[in-house]
T-cell receptor
Framework: DQQVKQNSPSLSVQEGRISILNCDYT??????FLWYKKYPAEGPTFLIS?????DKNEDGRFTVFLNKSAKHLSLHIVPSQPGDSAVYFC????????????FGQGTRLTINP | SAVISQKPSRDICQRGTSLTIQCQVD?????MFWYRQQPGQSLTLIAT?????????ESGFVIDKFPISRPNLTFSTLTVSNMSPEDSSIYLC????????????FGPGTRLTVL
C-alpha cells in the first residue's frame, strides 16, 4: 500500500527555468508534508514542509503547493540551478501516534546548463 | 536542528556475518528511526527506537534479523544479522521531529555491501 507516490522517476530541466516535482498521497490523515533532497552518499536533508491546513508555503526559491481535495502536492523550484540536481523525496507524517515519515519513491532532478 | 553521525560510513561484509551500525545525535531526542534504502528505491522504515523500551518494527522486519539498542536519548545501534547479499543497502538513522517544521534529521547513511 503505497501511501505516498511520486510517479516521475526523473526530470530534466534547463538552468534558470522552473522545476516542478509532483507527489500524490492517499491518506487524508497526514498532518504535514515534507520535501527532502538527497545527494549521493549523503543522508536526506530537509528542504521545506507544509501543514495540511495550508495550501502554499514559500521559502526562497522553493514553494510547495498542497491541493487537499486532489491529495496532491508539488514542489516548485525557480529559478533552477545546477546545485539543485539531486533526488527529491516527498514525505508525509501523522503527528498522532508513532509519527512515522512515509516516503515517496523519489524523483531524480537534473538541471542542465 | 540536530546533527547526526553514523559509523561506519560503509562496509563490505561476508555472507552470514553481522554488522552493527552506530548512530549518534548531538542533542537528546525521544524517538529515533532506522531506515533502509535499497538500490534505486525509496526509504523504507525498519523500526522506531524509543529509549527505555523495545523497538517497534515495521511489517517485514523482525528483531532477530535487525536487533536495535537505544541505551540513551542520543545514541542507537542497528545490527544487521546473518547477512545475505539481499541486505546490501544504505542504512540510515534519523531523529524524531527534532526541527521547527516537524522535520526529521538524517544521518549520512551506512552503505553496506554483502558478498
Amino acid at each position: 500500500d503505497q501511501q505516498v507516490k511520486q510517479n516521475s522517476p526523473s526530470l530534466s530541466v534547463q538552468e534558470g527555468r522552473i522545476s516542478i516535482l509532483n507527489c500524490d498521497y492517499t491518506n487524508s490523515m497526514f498532518d504535514y508534508f515534507l520535501w527532502y533532497k538527497k545527494y549521493p552518499a549523503e543522508g536526506p536533508t530537509f528542504l521545506i514542509s507544509i501543514s495540511s491546513i495550508k495550501d502554499k508555503n514559500e521559502d526562497g526559491r522553493f514553494t510547495v503547493f498542497l491541493n487537499k481535495s486532489a491529495k496532491h502536492l508539488s514542489l516548485h523550484i525557480v529559478p533552477s540551478q545546477p546545485g539543485d540536481s539531486a533526488v527529491y523525496f516527498c514525505a508525509a507524517i501523522q503527528l498522532q501516534g508513532a509519527q512515522k515519515l512515509v516516503f515517496g519513491q523519489g524523483t531524480r532532478l537534473t538541471i542542465n546548463p | 536542528s540536530a546533527v547526526i553521525s553514523q559509523k561506519p560510513s560503509r562496509d563490505i561484509c561476508q555472507r552470514g556475518t553481522s554488522l552493527t551500525i552506530q548512530c549518534q545525535v548531538d542533542s537528546q531526542v525521544t524517538m529515533m528511526f532506522w531506515y533502509r534504502q535499497q538500490p534505486g528505491q525509496s526509504l523504507t522504515l525498519i523500526a522506531t527506537a524509543n529509549q527505555g523500551s523495545e523497538a517497534t518494527y515495521e511489517s517485514g522486519f523482525v528483531i532477530d534479523k535487525f536487533p536495535i539498542s537505544r541505551p540513551n536519548l542520543t545514541f542507537s545501534t542497528l545490527t544487521v544479522s546473518n547477512m545475505s547479499p539481499e541486505d546490501s543497502s544504505i542504512y540510515l538513522c534519523s531523529s524524531g521531529l527534532a526541527g521547527p517544521y516537524n522535520e526529521q534529521f538524517f544521518g549520512p547513511g551506512t552503505r553496506l555491501t554483502v558478498l
